[in-house]
C-alpha cells in the first residue's frame, strides 16, 4: 500500500464513518513477491545484545533488571523523564556487579540521543502508550531494534507508519506481549500446532483486572503534562487520562495475542471484521465518590466498565475480546481455544475438555487431575522445559516476562527471527482504534485492515521453538526475585 492508499484508507476510517471503512478496507495491494517484507526476517547474530531502556517507571525498572539477569545481553543506557528513577537503576545495576551505563538522560527527548548512539543494539521502550509509536519509528530510523510494551501503538496511523518504517529500514520492531509467553499460553499453543484440539474455530481472550485503585493512586502515574505525582497536581495520571477521554477497548492485546497465535493470524488466517459494544461507566465514578472528597469525586470517566468486542477471522472463527477494568471482578484474561476435538482454557485455572473418538461425549466433563498432569507433561512447551525452572525464580508476571526476555535476545543472539513482528504489533494493536470506531457507531462493524498486504496467505503459521542454553554465553548463577518488583506487582494484585 503507497502512501496515498494508507491516507485513503485512514481518510475512510476516522472521518468518513463506517460505511467509508468497508469501502477503504478494499484497499489491499500485494507486492511482487510471495510473502510481506518483514515476516521471517532475521539479522545477523549480535554476540552482546546491547540494550537501552527507555522509561523506567513501574514496568520498566522491572525490564531493566530482568534484561540484566539474561546471558549475553547488557543495559547500556536508560531514559526517563525523572532523575530519580534513572539514578535508582544505575544504583541497582552497581549494587548487582553490572557495569553502569553513562548514556543517560533525564529529558523527553533523551530517547533520540540514545537511538543515535553506536553504542546500542536494542531499544526497549517502556515508556506511556503516547510515546511508543515515536520512540520505535526513531529507533529503526536509526538502525536500533524497536521492541515496545503494550499496546504497540494507538492509531492506525501510527500502526501503518510503524510497519512502513521496518519494512523501510530493514529493522525489526516488537510488541513485548508477554501473556504470549505464559506457560499455559505457551502449552495451549503447542497444543493447538500438535491437531489435539482439531480444527479451531473459536477464541475467547481479555484483560479483566480491577485497576481502580491503580488508576486512582497518588504516586501511581505522572499526568500527560508530566507532573510526577498527577492527582497532588490536580490532574489525572496519563492512563487515567485515557479513560477518561476515549471509549473502547484500549488495552486489547493481553489476552488477543495469545488467542491470535493460536489462529495463526497473519499467517494463514486473517483479522476480517469486528463489532464492538460498550456498557455504561459506573464503577470508576461509583468507586471515586465513594472514596475521595477532591476532584477525583467528579471526573467524568468516558471508558465503559466493559467493553466487548467480536472479532470474525478470514477463514470464519470467531473471537471474543474483552476489557474490564473497573469493576469489582478477580483477574482473568479468559484465554480459551475451542477446536473440532476440544477445548482448552485458563483462569481461574487451567483446564482441558478433550473427545478421545468422535462423539464419545468425554468433553462434557473436564479432564481429571491424573489426566491433566500427563497432558502437561507431555504438551509443555520446550522454553518452559529448559528454563522453567529459572523464569519461576526470576519471577515477573509468574516468571513469562523473564521467558520473553530470555526469548528475544536469544533470537538476536542467534540470527534467528524474532517470535513476533511489526504486522502482529500493528494487527493486535489496531483494536485500539478499531473497537472505539464500532462504540461510537451503534456497534456497527468495522473492516480490520490487512497490514501484511495479502502476505498473510502464504506465509509460514507460528512455530514452537525453543532455546538451546548452551548457545548462551553464560549461566543463570546471579538469578533471584528483585523485591522492589515483587512489591509492584503485589500491589497491582498479580503474580511476581
Ligand atoms: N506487559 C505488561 O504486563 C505491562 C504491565 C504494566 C505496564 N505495561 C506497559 O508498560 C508501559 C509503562 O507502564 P508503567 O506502568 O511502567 O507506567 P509508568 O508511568 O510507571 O512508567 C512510564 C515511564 O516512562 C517515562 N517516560 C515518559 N515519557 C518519556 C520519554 N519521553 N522518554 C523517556 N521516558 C519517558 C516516565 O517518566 C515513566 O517513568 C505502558 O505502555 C504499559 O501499558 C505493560
Same mark, same amino acid.
Given at each position: 500500500?503507497?502512501?496515498?492508499?494508507?491516507?485513503?484508507?485512514?481518510?475512510?476510517?476516522?472521518?468518513?464513518?463506517?460505511?467509508?471503512?468497508?469501502?477503504?478496507?478494499?484497499?489491499?495491494?500485494?507486492?511482487?513477491?510471495?510473502?510481506?517484507?518483514?515476516?521471517?526476517?532475521?539479522?545477523?547474530?549480535?554476540?552482546?545484545?546491547?540494550?537501552?531502556?527507555?522509561?523506567?517507571?513501574?514496568?520498566?525498572?522491572?525490564?531493566?533488571?530482568?534484561?540484566?539477569?539474561?546471558?549475553?545481553?547488557?543495559?547500556?543506557?536508560?531514559?526517563?523523564?525523572?532523575?530519580?528513577?534513572?539514578?535508582?537503576?544505575?544504583?541497582?545495576?552497581?549494587?548487582?556487579?553490572?557495569?553502569?551505563?553513562?548514556?543517560?538522560?533525564?529529558?523527553?527527548?533523551?530517547?533520540?540521543?540514545?537511538?543515535?548512539?553506536?553504542?546500542?543494539?536494542?531499544?526497549?521502550?517502556?515508556?506511556?502508550?503516547?510515546?511508543?509509536?515515536?520512540?520505535?519509528?526513531?529507533?529503526?530510523?536509526?538502525?536500533?531494534?524497536?521492541?515496545?510494551?503494550?499496546?504497540?501503538?494507538?492509531?492506525?496511523?501510527?500502526?501503518?507508519?510503524?510497519?512502513?518504517?521496518?519494512?523501510?529500514?530493514?529493522?525489526?520492531?516488537?510488541?513485548?506481549?508477554?501473556?504470549?509467553?505464559?506457560?499455559?499460553?505457551?502449552?495451549?499453543?503447542?497444543?493447538?500446532?500438535?491437531?489435539?484440539?482439531?480444527?479451531?474455530?473459536?477464541?475467547?481472550?481479555?484483560?479483566?483486572?480491577?485497576?481502580?485503585?491503580?488508576?486512582?493512586?497518588?504516586?501511581?502515574?505522572?499526568?500527560?503534562?508530566?507532573?510526577?505525582?498527577?492527582?497532588?497536581?490536580?490532574?489525572?495520571?496519563?492512563?487515567?487520562?485515557?479513560?477518561?477521554?476515549?471509549?473502547?477497548?484500549?488495552?486489547?492485546?493481553?489476552?488477543?495475542?495469545?488467542?491470535?497465535?493460536?489462529?495463526?493470524?497473519?499467517?494463514?488466517?486473517?483479522?476480517?471484521?469486528?463489532?464492538?459494544?460498550?456498557?455504561?461507566?459506573?464503577?470508576?465514578?461509583?468507586?471515586?465518590?465513594?472514596?475521595?472528597?477532591?476532584?477525583?469525586?467528579?471526573?467524568?470517566?468516558?471508558?465503559?466498565?466493559?467493553?466487548?468486542?467480536?472479532?470474525?477471522?478470514?477463514?470464519?472463527?470467531?473471537?471474543?475480546?474483552?476489557?474490564?477494568?473497573?469493576?469489582?471482578?478477580?483477574?482473568?484474561?479468559?484465554?480459551?481455544?475451542? !477446536?473440532?476435538?476440544? /477445548? &482448552?482454557? =485458563? %483462569?481461574?485455572?487451567?483446564?482441558?475438555? #478433550?473427545?478421545?473418538?468422535? @462423539? *464419545?461425549?468425554?468433553?462434557?466433563?473436564?479432564?481429571?487431575?491424573?489426566?491433566?498432569?500427563?497432558?502437561?507433561?507431555?504438551?509443555?512447551?520446550?522454553?518452559?522445559?529448559?528454563?522453567?525452572?529459572?523464569?519461576?525464580?526470576?519471577?515477573?508476571?509468574?516468571?513469562?516476562?523473564?521467558?520473553?526476555?530470555?526469548?528475544?535476545?536469544?533470537?538476536?543472539?542467534?540470527?534467528?527471527?524474532?517470535?513476533?513482528?511489526?504486522?502482529?504489533?500493528?494487527?493486535?494493536?489496531?483494536?485500539?482504534?478499531?473497537?472505539?470506531?464500532?462504540?461510537?457507531?451503534?456497534?456497527?462493524?468495522?473492516?480490520?485492515?490487512?497490514?501484511?498486504? !495479502?502476505?498473510?496467505? /502464504? &506465509?509460514? =503459521? %507460528?512455530?514452537?521453538?525453543?532455546?538451546? #542454553?548452551?548457545?548462551?554465553? @553464560? *549461566?543463570?548463577?546471579?538469578?533471584?526475585?528483585?523485591?522492589?518488583?515483587?512489591?509492584?506487582?503485589?500491589?497491582?494484585?498479580?503474580?511476581?
Amino acid at each position: 500500500m503507497n502512501g496515498t492508499d494508507r491516507r485513503e484508507f485512514l481518510k475512510g476510517t476516522v472521518w468518513m464513518g463506517l460505511a467509508a471503512v468497508a469501502a477503504g478496507c478494499t484497499h489491499e495491494r500485494t507486492f511482487g513477491f510471495s510473502g510481506a517484507p518483514m515476516q521471517g526476517f532475521a539479522m545477523k547474530p549480535i554476540k552482546k545484545v546491547r540494550v537501552a531502556c527507555i522509561g523506567v517507571g513501574k514496568r520498566g525498572m522491572s525490564a531493566l533488571r530482568r534484561i540484566s539477569l539474561v546471558p549475553g545481553t547488557e543495559v547500556v543506557a536508560i531514559a526517563d523523564l525523572f532523575q530519580d528513577r534513572v539514578d535508582r537503576e544505575r544504583k541497582w545495576l552497581k549494587d548487582h556487579g553490572k557495569k553502569v551505563p553513562t548514556l543517560t538522560f533525564a529529558d523527553p527527548e533523551g530517547y533520540k540521543r540514545i537511538c543515535e548512539s553506536d553504542e546500542v543494539d536494542v531499544v526497549y521502550n517502556v515508556t506511556p502508550w503516547y510515546m511508543h509509536a515515536p520512540v520505535c519509528k526513531y529507533a529503526m530510523e536509526h538502525g536500533k531494534v524497536a521492541l515496545t510494551d503494550v499496546p504497540g501503538c494507538l492509531t492506525l496511523d501510527e500502526c501503518w507508519q510503524l510497519v512502513e518504517t521496518s519494512e523501510r529500514t530493514q529493522i525489526p520492531c516488537m510488541m513485548l506481549e508477554n501473556c504470549c509467553y505464559g506457560d499455559e499460553e505457551m502449552m495451549m499453543l503447542n497444543m493447538v500446532k500438535s491437531g489435539i484440539l482439531g480444527e479451531i474455530v473459536h477464541g475467547e481472550a481479555a484483560y479483566i483486572h480491577d485497576q481502580r485503585n491503580l488508576q486512582y493512586s497518588s504516586d501511581r502515574y505522572h499526568s500527560l503534562q508530566g507532573d510526577k505525582d498527577a492527582f497532588a497536581a490536580g490532574r489525572v495520571g496519563w492512563t487515567l487520562a485515557y479513560y477518561s477521554k476515549y471509549s473502547g477497548n484500549q488495552y486489547p492485546t493481553h489476552g488477543l495475542g495469545p488467542v491470535a497465535k493460536y489462529m495463526d493470524i497473519n499467517r494463514g488466517d486473517n483479522f476480517d471484521f469486528l463489532v464492538s459494544l460498550e456498557s455504561k461507566q459506573a464503577g470508576y465514578r461509583h468507586y471515586a465518590r465513594e472514596l475521595f472528597t477532591d476532584f477525583r469525586r467528579d471526573l467524568e470517566v468516558r471508558q465503559g466498565d466493559m467493553n466487548l468486542s467480536l472479532i470474525r477471522t478470514k477463514l470464519g472463527r470467531s473471537i471474543l475480546l474483552e476489557l474490564a477494568t473497573s469493576l469489582p471482578r478477580p483477574y482473568s484474561r479468559l484465554n480459551l481455544v475451542s !477446536g473440532t476435538k476440544g /477445548t &482448552a482454557m =485458563g %483462569f481461574p485455572d487451567f483446564r482441558v475438555a #478433550l473427545e478421545r473418538k468422535t @462423539g *464419545d461425549g468425554k468433553a462434557h466433563e473436564f479432564l481429571d487431575e491424573a489426566e491433566m498432569k500427563e497432558l502437561k507433561g507431555k504438551y509443555r512447551h520446550p522454553i518452559w522445559k529448559v528454563a522453567g525452572d529459572v523464569a519461576a525464580k526470576v519471577g515477573g508476571h509468574g516468571g513469562m516476562d523473564f521467558i520473553m526476555d530470555l526469548r528475544w535476545s536469544y533470537c538476536l543472539q542467534n540470527g534467528l527471527p524474532l517470535d513476533n513482528d511489526v504486522y502482529d504489533l500493528a494487527a493486535w494493536s489496531s483494536m485500539v482504534e478499531l473497537t472505539r470506531a464500532s462504540v461510537e457507531n451503534r456497534s456497527r462493524p468495522v473492516d480490520c485492515p490487512d497490514f501484511t498486504r !495479502g502476505a498473510w496467505k /502464504t &506465509a509460514n =503459521g %507460528f512455530t514452537i521453538d525453543g532455546i538451546d #542454553l548452551r548457545k548462551l554465553p @553464560g *549461566d543463570f548463577s546471579g538469578a533471584k526475585r528483585d523485591e522492589e518488583v515483587d512489591k509492584t506487582a503485589r500491589s497491582e494484585g498479580l503474580k511476581s
